[in-house]
Each structure stands twice: as structure tokens, then as C-alpha cells.
């Protein structure tokens, strides 16, 4: 079953029509904004727009301390990721044409300093977390993740997600997404999904499309 079909731009206006959704939009624009202005997104001038986008995408609610406790949080992430020379790897890549094989552990190594326990949260492993920062930093490589975009990948690509409300995240699964949503925007054609919404970074296209499938298919699993 294939991710990206002739329905993909019906899904989108879906995702924009949601009242939640549409407030996600604004958030997003107003971090993507920042950060074409600021330029470099490992700044500490951007911290606090990427702290803006994660407490505006929930991420707030599940960290225990809410938005103090993020801040000082994702200050020491931050702080690891500016040490480490491999992620400047990262900057430019799309993710339709980056060597995804030859960048895997940069990927793997970025996914850690903000998933592991004791990062962004200070007692759990914090994936959806992780996945919403790396996107913040590098919009035009990582996707978004949360329950509804990995029962998506898990029907559509066979990524080994657990349907429950924990998938079982890892950087493993979560480069087998980016890996999955490659191939499907190779194989629909890169100028044709670009088009799909034009200007917005290809793998925010790919989240809104998994979110509205997967919320659609826990809604009709509920009902049978």
C-alpha cells in the first residue's frame, strides 16, 4: 500500500481544514520564518523559536515541568548538538534527494542527544520530542513523528511500529520513515509532490498527509 497516490492533495486540505491542525500551521510558519532569518538554526538566537514550536506542537503537556523545565532542557541538548562537528552534515539536505545511507549515523547520533532518557525529559526517552527538534533545526530533512504519523508508516510502508498509543519509537524505525518517505516521493516525482504545496519543506507535506491517514484509521478501527 502506497503513501503518496492521487488522493495526497485531498489529504492536505484535510490536515489545513482542521481547526488543531490550521493552528499548527501558523506555529510552524512563524518557526520556519525565524529560522530563515536567523540563518543558522544551531544558534542560540533560534532557541527560543524552536522552544516555541515544540511547546506549540504539545510537546510542552508531556515534559514534566512544561515550558521552564523545556528551556533549560533543550538548552543542553542544544549545547551537545553545537559540539559535535558530524551535524553540520545536515544542513542543506533535502529529504527527497539526500544520500540518506551515507548520513545514517549523523541521523542516528542527532535522534539521541534529544530522545535519550534524561534529555528533554528528564525520567522518559523523549522520540516525538526529538523528532519535532530535529525538524525545527533541519525542516527540509526530518519528518515529525507522533502516534497517528506511525500507524501511517506502519500500514502504508511496513516500518515495525506497535499500533498503540506507544509505537515503540527508535532511531532505527525512525530512519526507516525517512528512508520510506524518500522512495514515495521519488516514485510519485519530486517536482510533482513539491507542487502539492509549494514552499512548504517536503517532509512537513509527508506529516500531514501520515497524520490525516493514520487519525483516519484509528477512527475506523474504533467503529468496526
Given at each position: 500500500?502506497?503513501?503518496?497516490?492521487?488522493?495526497?492533495?485531498?489529504?492536505?486540505?484535510?490536515?489545513?481544514?482542521?481547526?488543531?491542525?490550521?493552528?499548527?500551521?501558523?506555529?510552524?510558519?512563524?518557526?520556519?520564518?525565524?529560522?530563515?532569518?536567523?540563518?543558522?538554526?544551531?544558534?542560540?538566537?533560534?532557541?527560543?523559536h524552536?522552544?516555541?514550536?515544540?511547546?506549540?506542537?504539545?510537546?510542552?503537556?508531556?515534559?514534566?515541568?512544561?515550558?521552564?523545565?523545556?528551556?533549560?532542557?533543550?538548552?543542553?541538548?542544544l549545547?551537545?548538538?553545537?559540539?559535535?562537528?558530524?551535524?553540520s552534515?545536515?544542513?542543506?539536505?533535502?529529504?527527497?534527494?539526500?544520500?540518506?545511507?551515507?548520513?545514517?549515523p549523523?541521523?542516528?547520533?542527532a535522534?539521541?542527544?534529544?530522545?535519550?532518557?534524561?534529555?528533554?525529559?528528564?525520567?522518559?526517552?523523549?522520540?516525538?520530542?526529538?523528532?519535532?527538534?530535529?525538524?525545527w533545526?533541519?525542516?527540509?530533512?526530518?519528518?515529525?513523528?507522533?502516534?497517528?504519523?506511525?500507524?501511517?508508516?506502519?500500514?502504508?510502508?511496513?516500518?515495525k511500529?506497535?499500533?498503540?498509543?506507544?509505537?515503540?519509537?527508535?532511531?532505527?524505525k525512525?530512519?526507516?520513515?525517512?528512508l520510506?518517505?524518500?522512495n514515495?516521493?521519488?516514485?510519485?516525482?519530486?517536482?510533482?509532490?513539491?507542487?502539492?504545496e509549494?514552499?512548504?519543506?517536503?517532509?512537513?507535506i509527508?506529516?500531514?498527509?501520515?497524520?490525516?491517514?493514520?487519525?483516519?484509521?484509528?477512527?475506523?478501527?474504533a467503529?468496526?
Amino acid at each position: 500500500m502506497r503513501l503518496l497516490g492521487e488522493c495526497a492533495g485531498e489529504l492536505i486540505e484535510a490536515y489545513n481544514r482542521d481547526p488543531r491542525c490550521h493552528r499548527y500551521n501558523q506555529i510552524a510558519l512563524e518557526v520556519y520564518k525565524a529560522r530563515r532569518a536567523i540563518g543558522d538554526a544551531l544558534s542560540p538566537q533560534f532557541q527560543s523559536h524552536i522552544l516555541d514550536g515544540l511547546i506549540g506542537f504539545g510537546i510542552g503537556i508531556t515534559i514534566k515541568g512544561g515550558r521552564d523545565a523545556l528551556k533549560g532542557r533543550l538548552q543542553i541538548c542544544l549545547d551537545v548538538a553545537r559540539k559535535s562537528t558530524s551535524i553540520s552534515q545536515l544542513r542543506d539536505r533535502q529529504l527527497s534527494t539526500a544520500d540518506l545511507a551515507a548520513i545514517k549515523p549523523v541521523i542516528t547520533s542527532a535522534y539521541e542527544i534529544f530522545s535519550l532518557r534524561g534529555t528533554l525529559h528528564p525520567l522518559k526517552q523523549s522520540h516525538v520530542a526529538a523528532t519535532k527538534t530535529l525538524h525545527w533545526l533541519f525542516p527540509d530533512l526530518f519528518l515529525m513523528l507522533d502516534s497517528n504519523v506511525a500507524i501511517t508508516f506502519r500500514e502504508r510502508l511496513g516500518v515495525k511500529f506497535r499500533r498503540s498509543t506507544q509505537p515503540g519509537f527508535s532511531s532505527d524505525k525512525y530512519y526507516c520513515c525517512l528512508l520510506g518517505a524518500q522512495n514515495e516521493i521519488r516514485s510519485f516525482g519530486v517536482d510533482r509532490f513539491r507542487q502539492l504545496e509549494w514552499g512548504t519543506p517536503e517532509p512537513r507535506i509527508i506529516d500531514k498527509i501520515a497524520f490525516i491517514l493514520g487519525k483516519r484509521s484509528t477512527t475506523t478501527a474504533a467503529d468496526i
